[in-house]
């Protein structure tokens, strides 16, 4: 009886060995449930059985927690990508030539994983290298990506997957057609098309509107010609205080400027603008000869005003500035 014991305790081990599926067997059955269900969803028991070695096989993990009551915003976002990465694998190898398995396993399904790991934040996607054969890493250690800018980019994802596998077939990205998508861009296209059909006689007359587009033009000539821009790209001040209790509305310098300074200067170059408009439109086709004189010497007037005070601005941003006009 002593000697029928010690026989049975010397083939546990052997017993033990042969209880346990080889790596390829391991290989080949999840295989074929990703073909189904790519990347395969796992808890604790089924994740410990595909990441255990020895295995002459990679495996792709994404550790994640979508449940609400986690707060991953970036966990549930990036699923989708990851998905599409999986699908998208098992897709271009379904005759798994390059021995990698995709799956994901939920912090709600087997939180024993994220312990072991001693994971602080997820997502978090680990590949495990083989540990025998090609490429493998005996350690069993898995290469981590953990997401530090924020982002899940099914390409970038992918790029990096590959990176870390060992040499195989690397299926390309194949996302799936977007038929909602598509049908949004037509319904908007055609209902474009219709409201054009349908509002055109009303459109066209304003479209073609010379006149309309001659003071659009204008006013983003005198907008950029003022320094509307600079304003915006220097962040500069409205107005500043002269030192004296006063408010200076112009900047010293013609590197330096205030927002009000801006709105004077633009202000200036429209009623030119205006003024030479009329002089050489306007003021032509005044049938009355006196009307027509008067409006000559008017606007003549008020192109000399507003030009010897824009040379007077000139001189108080630059004391050196040589012209100047009267009456200013």
């Given at each position: 009886?002593?000697?029928?014991?010690?026989g049975?305790?010397?083939?546990?081990?052997?017993?033990?060995?042969?209880?346990?599926?080889?790596s390829?067997?391991?290989?080949q059955?999840?295989?074929a449930?990703?073909?189904?269900?790519?990347?395969l969803k796992l808890d604790?028991k089924?994740?410990?059985?595909?990441v255990?070695?020895?295995r002459?096989?990679s495996?792709?993990?994404l550790?994640t927690a979508r449940?609400?009551?986690?707060?991953?915003?970036?966990?549930r976002?990036?699923q989708?990508e990851?998905?599409?990465i999986?699908k998208?694998w098992?897709k271009?190898?379904?005759?798994?030539?390059?021995?990698?398995?995709?799956?994901?396993l939920d912090?709600?399904?087997?939180?024993?994983?994220?312990?072991?790991?001693q994971?602080?934040t997820?997502?978090?996607?680990?590949?495990y290298?083989p540990?025998?054969?090609?490429g493998?890493?005996p350690?069993?250690e898995p290469?981590?990506w953990t997401?530090s800018?924020?982002q899940?980019n099914?390409?970038k994802?992918y790029?990096?997957?590959?990176?870390?596998?060992?040499d195989?077939p690397?299926p390309?990205?194949?996302?799936p057609?977007?038929?909602?998508?598509?049908?949004?861009?037509?319904?908007?296209?055609l209902?474009l098309i219709t409201?054009?059909s349908v509002?055109?006689?009303?459109?066209?007359?304003?479209?073609?509107n010379?006149?309309?587009?001659?003071?659009i033009t204008?006013?983003?000539?005198?907008?950029f010609?003022?320094?509307?821009?600079?304003n915006?790209?220097r962040?500069?001040?409205?107005v500043?205080?002269?030192?004296?209790?006063?408010?200076s509305y112009f900047?010293?310098g013609f590197?330096n400027q205030?927002?009000?300074?801006?709105?004077?200067v633009?202000?200036m170059?429209?009623?030119?603008?205006?003024?030479?408009?009329?002089l050489?439109?306007?003021?032509p086709?005044?049938a009355?000869?006196?009307?027509?004189q008067v409006a000559?010497?008017?606007?003549?007037?008020?192109?000399l005003g507003?030009?010897?005070f824009?040379?007077s601005?000139f001189?108080v941003?630059?004391?050196?500035y040589?012209?100047?006009?009267?009456?200013?």
């Amino acid at each position: 009886m002593r000697l029928s014991s010690l026989g049975l305790l010397g083939l546990l081990p052997l017993l033990t060995f042969a209880a346990k599926k080889p790596s390829s067997d391991r290989f080949q059955t999840f295989h074929a449930k990703s073909i189904s269900s790519a990347p395969l969803k796992l808890d604790e028991k089924s994740f410990e059985d595909l990441v255990d070695g020895p295995r002459d096989y990679s495996v792709a993990v994404l550790l994640t927690a979508r449940e609400d009551r986690f707060g991953c915003q970036l966990c549930r976002e990036f699923q989708p990508e990851w998905e599409v990465i999986g699908k998208s694998w098992i897709k271009g190898d379904k005759a798994g030539e390059s021995r990698v398995v995709f799956g994901t396993l939920d912090f709600a399904d087997g939180k024993g994983p994220f312990q072991k790991m001693q994971l602080q934040t997820v997502p978090v996607l680990a590949v495990y290298s083989p540990t025998t054969g090609p490429g493998a890493k005996p350690d069993g250690e898995p290469d981590r990506w953990t997401f530090s800018d924020g982002q899940g980019n099914a390409d970038k994802v992918y790029a990096w997957i590959s990176r870390h596998l060992p040499d195989g077939p690397r299926p390309p990205i194949v996302r799936p057609f977007n038929y909602v998508r598509t049908a949004v861009i037509t319904t908007i296209v055609l209902g474009l098309i219709t409201l054009f059909s349908v509002a055109s006689p009303y459109i066209l007359p304003v479209v073609q509107n010379r006149n309309l587009w001659a003071a659009i033009t204008m006013i983003a000539i005198l907008l950029f010609t003022s320094g509307h821009m600079f304003n915006h790209i220097r962040k500069v001040p409205y107005v500043a205080g002269d030192g004296k209790g006063g408010i200076s509305y112009f900047a010293g310098g013609f590197q330096n400027q205030f927002g009000l300074e801006t709105q004077i200067v633009a202000a200036m170059y429209a009623i030119l603008s205006f003024a030479t408009i009329s002089l050489a439109i306007k003021v032509p086709r005044i049938a009355d000869p006196r009307t027509q004189q008067v409006a000559v010497w008017v606007w003549s007037a008020v192109m000399l005003g507003m030009y010897s005070f824009l040379l007077s601005v000139f001189r108080v941003k630059n004391g050196g500035y040589p012209f100047w006009l009267p009456p200013f």
